[in-house]
């Protein structure tokens, strides 16, 4: 079974930037949509951002002009530049990536972003 791996996340300043990755790897087929999504402490899962294989993207609108989403198809990786960080993006940020007609990946283990103000 394929399986996703996260990294990137780190401690920051408000108005600083990280990037975050994630890459699937083992038994996967044909990826078509990924995505970001974060927990902050005490709160829900939310999506934060999508992507297409025809990168055709969607943001959340607390992020809307601060977070881009990228991918790579050839290294089934998916990407999230994260620009003018604010103590709200704080949690924990999980991908995700939806397989053709096999539904989704597993959860990765996710990476911490902590923003200070």
């Known amino acids: 079974q394929g399986q996703l791996v996260e990294s990137g996340g780190g401690s920051v300043q408000a108005g600083g930037s990280l990037r975050l990755s994630c890459a699937a790897s083992?038994?996967?087929?044909?990826?078509?949509?990924m995505g970001w999504y974060r927990q902050a402490p005490g709160k829900q899962r939310e999506l934060v951002a999508t992507?297409?294989?025809?990168?055709?993207?969607n943001y959340a609108d607390s992020v809307k002009g601060r977070f881009t989403i990228s991918r790579d198809n050839a290294k089934n990786t998916v990407y999230l530049q994260m620009n003018s960080l604010k103590p709200e993006d704080t949690g924990i940020y999980y991908c995700n990536a939806a397989q053709s007609g096999l539904g989704y990946l597993p959860w990765g283990q996710g990476t911490q972003v902590t923003v200070s103000s």
């Open positions: 083992g038994r996967i087929y044909s990826i078509n949509v």
């Open positions: 992507i297409t294989s025809g990168d055709i993207t």
